[in-house]
């Protein structure tokens, strides 16, 4: 079974205009609500792919609920840890002649909540995956990713990791299955800059050196490189589409990369299939449906 873990979810309340005066009223367009959350996306695109996951994290208050029934509706099995206090967060992402978003700070998460997440953590299985996505909060430890892999460490649980700066690289030592940086945040981590495509190649056995098992860089018009575990180098052009969303796509991949893998148990058709589904979420107002990433996989 395939987990993911969405510390501080969120409904993304999207405004379309065709521009904002400030000081104002304002009166949108359009407007579209999505279920938000870096590892809520990957549940979602592994459901358009007839994948089955069970969504973890937290939710608080009416949005909480909003988002536990809406995912359940749309065949995303989730076990969210309900909190005591505060409200999931709503985020306001205004689309005008200039894109601006306003994101809520979401509830504080308490000790023995906390430590549910973990205990639940504990029911996983070996050959099971588990995707810890996107930032910790405030209100809990930073080194919240290392105690999760130590603890589930030696129990032969695929673990992948799409995090930033010293979050990813401090959890390496851990041998996650997969690690997903952008080649800029792979810049960032590394302190270097990549001129060409050997480059980071190159940064990305680095990664793979530090101890992760499969590294996948993606770098958006430019397609996406995967180091194996046998070190091999995979390359993967980009389907030809408009961009209009850039939102999730990184987190489509990772859902395709993982579906393709348990479907096929090859890197290739992986880095394919993982390929399709960020570009299908890049040419949607939305996350990737199953028909686009079908149609674009047959260009691949």
Request: with cysteine; charged share 25%; aromatic share 6%.
């Amino acid at each position: 079974m395939i987990y993911t873990v969405t510390f501080n979810p969120a409904i993304d309340y999207v405004l379309h205009l065709s521009e904002v005066r400030s000081g104002e009223v304002n009166r949108a367009d359009g407007e579209e609500i999505y279920f938000g959350g870096k590892g809520i996306n990957v549940s979602t695109v592994l459901n358009n792919l007839g994948c089955d996951s069970v969504a973890l994290g937290f939710i608080a208050g009416f949005t909480g609920t909003a988002i536990e029934n809406g995912l359940r509706e749309s065949g995303v099995e989730t076990d969210f840890i309900r909190l005591k206090n505060g409200t999931t967060r709503i985020n306001v992402k205004i689309k005008a002649d200039t894109e601006t978003d306003i994101n809520g700070c979401g509830p504080g998460i308490d000790e023995g909540s906390a430590e549910e997440l973990l205990n639940r953590l504990d029911m996983l299985k070996e050959n099971d995956y588990l995707v810890l996505a996107g930032s910790i909060p405030l209100t809990m430890p930073g080194d919240t990713y290392e105690r999760i892999m130590e603890r589930l460490s030696g129990r032969g649980i695929n673990i992948v990791v799409d995090a930033t700066r010293e979050l990813l690289l401090n959890v390496l030592k851990y041998r996650p299955f997969l690690v997903k940086p952008n080649n800029h945040e792979l810049e960032e981590m590394l302190g270097e800059t990549f001129d060409d495509i050997d480059g980071v190649i190159g940064g990305a056995r680095r990664l793979r050196e530090m101890g992760a098992r499969n590294v996948l860089v993606s770098m958006a018009g430019d397609g996406a490189v995967l180091v194996t575990e046998q070190d091999e180098v995979l390359r993967m052009g980009v389907p030809k589409g408009k961009v209009k969303n850039s939102v999730g796509a990184g987190d489509s991949m990772v859902a395709g990369f993982i579906c393709g893998y348990l479907r096929y148990g090859s890197y290739k058709e992986a880095l394919k299939l993982g390929t399709a589904c960020g570009s299908a979420t890049a040419f949607s107002p939305g996350l990737a449906e199953r028909e686009l990433i079908e149609e674009l996989l047959k260009t691949l």
